[in-house]
Antibody, heavy 119, light 111 residues
Framework: QVHLVESGGGVVQPGTSLRLSCAAS????????MHWVRQAPGKGLEWVAL????????YYADSVKGRFTISRDNSKNTLYLQMNSLGAEDTAVYYC????????????WGQGTLVTVSS | QSALTQPASVSGSPGQSIAISCTGT?????????VSWYQQYPGKAPKIMIY???ERPSGVSNRFSGSKSGNTASLTISGLQAEDEADYYC???????????FGTGTKVTVL
C-alpha cells in the first residue's frame, strides 16, 4: 500500500535552514507529482509546493517563494523540501502528499514532521 | 492567492444532513472542476473525501457527496454520524503560478 514518511523536522533558530525528506513506497513514485503542505499549530492547512513527476515543473506558495525549494530523487523514491531563512511563521507540521489526477488532489498523505523555529 | 472561504463551524444531530460551503473566485473554484475535500481528526493527517468536485475515492462512504455552483462548492454529509465529527477543508486548483489553495476549514460537530 501507499506509504509516505516525512523526516528531518526539529527545532531550529530563526534565519537558519532545514531540509525535510519524504520517503515513498508502495507505488511508482516516478510517475506522480508530489506536494508539500503545512499546518501551523491550531491553524488550517496551507499548501506549500508542488513538483511534477519528473521534476520539470515546480510551484510555490507566495509565502515561501524564494526561500523554499522542492526537489525529488526518483532513484531513491524520495521527495525533499529545502527551507532557508526560516522564521517563526514557518513553525508547522509539514506533510508530503501524492498528487492525484489532472487537478492534483492530494490522495495520500504522510504523518507529518514538526518544524519549530524558535530562538 | 487568498484562502477559500468556509464557515468556521457547522453542526447537526445524528441522522441529519449538513452542508459545508467553500467560496472562491472564478480563478479557482469557479474556473475549474478541480475542487477537493479533506477530513482531518485532531493530531492526524488529512484524508481525501472528494476530488474533482464530486468524485469519491474508493473506500469513502457514499454519505459524503460534493457539488459546485459558480464560485461556490459544497460538501454534503448525509446521515450524520458521531464519527463524522472532524475538521473539513476544501481545496482547489488555481491555474496560476501558485497552483493550489486550501479553504479556511470547518469544524463539524455532531450534537
Amino acid at each position: 500500500q501507499v506509504h509516505l514518511v516525512e523526516s528531518g523536522g526539529g527545532v531550529v533558530q530563526p534565519g537558519t535552514s532545514l531540509r525535510l525528506s519524504c520517503a515513498a513506497s508502495g507505488f511508482s513514485f516516478s510517475i506522480y507529482g508530489m506536494h508539500w503542505v503545512r499546518q501551523a499549530p491550531g491553524k488550517g492547512l496551507e499548501w506549500v509546493a508542488l513538483i511534477w513527476f519528473d521534476g520539470s515543473k515546480k510551484y510555490y506558495a507566495d509565502s515561501v517563494k524564494g526561500r523554499f525549494t522542492i526537489s525529488r530523487d526518483n532513484s531513491k523514491n524520495t521527495l525533499y523540501l529545502q527551507m532557508n531563512s526560516l522564521g517563526a511563521e514557518d513553525t508547522a507540521v509539514y506533510y508530503c502528499a501524492r498528487c492525484l489526477s489532472t487537478g492534483c488532489s492530494l490522495d495520500y498523505w504522510g504523518q507529518g514532521t514538526l518544524v519549530t523555529v524558535s530562538s | 492567492q487568498s484562502a477559500l472561504t468556509q464557515p468556521a463551524s457547522v453542526s447537526g444531530s445524528p441522522g441529519q444532513s449538513i452542508a459545508i460551503s467553500c467560496t472562491g473566485t472564478s480563478s479557482d473554484v469557479g474556473g475549474y472542476n478541480y475542487v477537493s475535500w479533506y477530513q482531518q481528526y485532531p493530531g492526524k493527517a488529512p484524508k481525501i473525501m472528494i476530488y474533482d468536485v464530486s468524485e469519491r475515492p474508493s473506500g469513502v462512504s457514499n454519505r459524503f457527496s460534493g457539488s459546485k455552483s459558480g464560485n461556490t462548492a459544497s460538501l454534503t454529509i448525509s446521515g450524520l454520524q458521531a464519527e463524522d465529527e472532524a475538521d473539513y477543508y476544501c481545496s482547489s486548483y488555481t491555474g496560476s503560478s501558485t497552483f493550489y489553495v486550501f479553504g479556511t476549514g470547518t469544524k463539524v460537530t455532531v450534537l
